[in-house]
């Protein structure tokens, strides 16, 4: 049973493909017919079109023609009128021109009725149907010439609406390349507000670092002196126990160089007291030899009187001890005074080159137009004065 089904139902299926298929390639099929139809219904239409427009031209040209030779026609009559005595044929003429002029108003009045629908064909002549029918050729031709009159005026009109279009299509490319311009404008113009307002901010910090930093020459003595010559000189005094040169750039970058130079201050400070203590040390030594220098001849001459004196010998070698000491603690402290002296210069000269680079840090910032590039010099500098 279940093979059967599966049978059947696949059988259906393969009918409802095909079917569908069918169906698809006779919908595809009729479009196609429809669609050819329909282009040659177009070029008909384009060929009667044309073919009506080279009538109306033909029909046009005779027209001016024989308006051309009325108007040669007329001139002549007038000079002939103007010229010739009154005569029989000027009577002749007159007498025509007034039937024709009666003639076309019958015609009109005839043409008007079979428009209207008021006269019957078989009541009238022949002479007046050829006359009915030939007024009907010309109104025929006319309106011919004033369909071609007036599709060649819906051609130039459609030639003139396709070049405002032409323009309008070049107008909105130039107003959407200008709204290109204003969008990339606003976008740099957000990015210089930004760019404005981050400056503003290192300027704010700039201004507090100052403050900082002359609080702190107010409060560790310090004197700055700046030679401004040809060439960018700056000559820093410093004295060791009361004046030391310093400066220091301001930017936001360089907070480790503050450290740097308080750091600084501190050793100074540490190596200043080491120094006052060690001459403390040493004057102390030096009134205690001379104590003992003053000692020493009343010792020598106790011994002279009191030989025998074993306490006095003792003493007086406890005295020469000490006299040896004091002179190796003296030279000593005088062989620590001069590398201290000579570590002293040392790392004045150091510390000297370093304010040296940190002056010039700070006028070329001051100096620089571009100060985006000011973080990058603030950050090369660094580096350099860390290595």
Request: net charge negative; proline share 1%.
């Amino acid at each position: 049973m279940n093979s059967s089904t599966t049978i059947r139902y696949r059988k259906s299926t393969d009918g409802s493909t095909s079917t569908k298929i069918y169906d698809q390639i006779n919908t595809s099929l009729t479009e196609e017919y429809v669609l050819g139809d329909i282009a040659k219904e177009a070029e008909l239409r384009l060929q009667q079109q044309r073919e009506q427009n080279r009538e109306a031209r033909q029909f046009r040209h005779k027209e001016l023609e024989k308006n051309a030779r009325d108007e040669d026609g007329e001139d002549s009559s007038i000079i002939h009128f103007v010229t010739s005595p009154a005569s029989t044929g000027s009577n002749k003429n007159q007498m025509i021109n007034m039937n024709s002029i009666i003639g076309a108003n019958t015609h009109s009045s005839l043409l008007e009725k079979f428009l209207n629908g008021d006269i019957d064909l078989r009541s009238v002549e022949q002479r007046d149907l050829r006359r009915l029918l030939s007024e009907l050729e010309s109104k025929y031709k006319s309106l011919m010439i004033i369909n071609s009159s007036m599709h060649n005026e819906k051609q130039a009109l459609r030639y003139e609406v396709d070049t405002y279009k032409d323009r309008l299509d070049e107008y909105y490319e130039t107003f959407n390349h200008i709204k290109r311009q204003l969008k990339e404008k606003c976008k740099e113009f957000d990015i210089q507000k930004r760019t404005l307002i981050d400056l503003k901010e290192d300027h704010k910090h700039l201004k507090e670092v100052l403050i900082d930093c002359e609080k702190l020459i107010q409060e560790t003595e310090m004197e700055i002196c700046i030679d401004e010559g040809p060439k960018y000189r700056s000559i820093l005094s410093m004295e060791f126990h009361s004046q030391v040169a310093f400066l220091s750039s301001s930017s936001p970058i360089n907070q480790p160089i503050d450290e740097k130079v308080k750091r600084i201050l501190m050793e100074k400070r540490e190596q200043v007291e080491q120094i006052n203590k060690l001459k403390l040390e040493l004057d102390e030594a030096r009134n205690q030899l001379e104590i003992l220098k003053q000692k020493i001849p009343n010792s020598i001459d106790l011994h002279d009187e009191n030989m025998s004196n074993v306490y006095d010998c003792e003493q007086q070698k406890q005295l020469i001890r000490q006299i040896t000491d004091l002179n190796n603690k003296l030279q000593q402290l005088a062989a620590d005074n001069g590398s201290l002296q000579q570590e002293k210069i040392r790392k004045y000269l150091l510390k000297l080159e370093h304010l040296n680079c940190l002056n010039f840090i700070w006028f070329s910032s001051e100096q620089l137009n571009s100060k985006k590039d000011n973080r990058q010099v603030y950050s090369i500098l660094n580096v350099e004065l860390m290595m």
